[in-house]
């Protein structure tokens, strides 16, 4: 795998920034209603504070390639479930204080909607699904809600089966068109519910790389060593920016309605300090500011596979409580109380080549209770387990075992 700039944007998938104007089709462009505008602003917001806290929670020399989208529907259909200070948490961190419940409901929905099918260069979908261990209750005006927004699939499943989890990572595999084959790796005896948002992405470069002029050649690590990559080629005129931190191109994608937009420093500028000037207002700034300009571009050739587990960066960004077993309140989601997230998983995959860019996301968030919050209590004594025998005044341990194998 060869090391790569690790600040890539692929946070335009919500709305291209440039219109379509240069090709015989015409996509179905509509102007966005105020509240899907916010919900935009919120999650671009959203995904560069998670992609700083990210970057910072890794290594410096880590590849890292998330979907904000992936983890902001996901965050969101949780999001109808939470009440109290968990939901305010919530909101603050995902952004969301200036809309509505109903508001951030109908704009997801329209948005996916409008989305899908934008350009027929573009292959671009979008899952949602609720899977829950069967014998719970569930608030159906919750699920109904992630339902008719969020189109997810809403299904109840014996957690105890140990297909359970096969069942819910073909559902990925399948959405994210078998890129992400796992993003259930294990289910809980306290865990109740899992709600995962897939997205599939495969976009061919409006104007492609040259195979013929793809070669051979160095790429500057962190550290000043060298690696070999395959350099691609391209010349035209694109969308550009430059200033002293970086210079800054998008690459579109079929009718250009979706593209990449990379950003390189400057040679005297640390990648980590531009990092730390990501914000809404800068990013706007720096959006609004490109202009056509002739260009080469030299680009490597890249794949890359990232999983994170997002509960510490989540924590970080504000939302801690939903994460507390005793404090979170999901009570919205499940009456009884009880319920709090147990772990965020994402996992993502990019390629990038002279025919264009093939990515997928998906993240998991996982809902699990405690004895608190009332509900039968599980467990299931299928592994190898330590029993002991004690007298219950002194505490006295008589006896204590290990039990590999109860057959033999």
């Known amino acids: 795998m060869f090391k790569i700039i690790k600040y890539i944007f692929v946070l335009l998938i919500f709305i291209g920034f440039f219109q379509c104007t240069n090709n015989p089709f015409t996509p179905d462009i509509r102007e966005l209603t105020p509240a899907e505008k916010g919900l935009v602003e919120a999650d671009n917001k959203f995904g560069l504070k998670l992609f700083k806290e990210v970057v910072f929670e890794e290594e410096p020399d ?35 204080s200036d809309l509505t419940l109903e508001e951030i409901n109908e704009s997801y929905k329209s948005l996916i909607e409008y989305l899908v099918g934008l350009d027929p260069e573009v292959e671009f979908n979008i899952a949602n699904s609720i899977w829950y261990r069967q014998e719970w209750t569930f608030e159906e005006d919750f699920l109904d809600r992630c339902e008719t927004y969020f189109n997810a699939l809403v299904s109840g499943l014996d957690f105890n089966d140990p297909n359970a989890k096969d069942i819910i990572n073909a559902w990925v595999s399948e959405n994210t068109n078998g890129k992400i084959e796992e993003i259930v790796d294990y289910i809980d005896p306290l865990d109740v519910m899992f709600l995962i948002n897939a997205i ?13 002029l793809t070669h051979e050649d160095t790429f500057h690590l962190l550290d000043d060593s060298q690696v070999l990559c395959e350099m691609m080629e391209v010349e035209g005129d694109f969308q550009y920016f430059e200033n002293s931190d970086f210079q800054a191109i998008d690459l579109p994608y079929g009718y250009e309605c979706f593209s990449m937009t990379i950003f390189l420093p400057q040679p005297d500028k640390n990648i980590d300090s531009l990092i730390l000037e990501l914000s809404q207002e800068n990013w706007n700034q720096w959006i609004n500011n490109f202009y ?36 979170a309140d999901f009570t919205k989601m499940y009456k009884d109380g009880g319920l709090f997230i147990s772990r ?65």
Request: proline share 3%.
């Open 62 to 96: 880590t590849n890292i390639f998330i979907s904000p989208l992936s983890v902001s529907m996901a965050l969101g259909m949780t999001y109808n479930g939470a009440d109290g200070s968990t939901e305010e948490a919530m909101r603050a961190t995902l952004e969301l």
């Open 200 to 212: 599939y992405f495969n976009g061919t470069w409006t104007y492609k790389f040259d195979e013929n």
């Open 292 to 327: 056509i300009n002739s260009v080469n571009l030299q680009f490597p050739k890249f794949t890359l596979e990232y999983d994170i587990k997002l509960n510490n960066v989540l924590s970080a960004l504000g939302m801690g409580i939903a994460f507390n077993p005793g404090l």
């Open 344 to 408: 965020v998983k994402h996992k993502t995959y990019i390629k990038v080549d002279e025919e264009g860019t093939e990515a997928a996301a998906a993240t998991s968030v996982v809902m699990s209770y405690t004895s608190v919050g009332g509900g039968v209590l599980h467990m299931r004594v299928d592994r190898p387990f330590i029993f002991a025998i004690r007298e219950n005044h002194s505490g006295t341990i008589l006896f204590i075992g290990k039990i590999v194998n109860p057959t033999s």
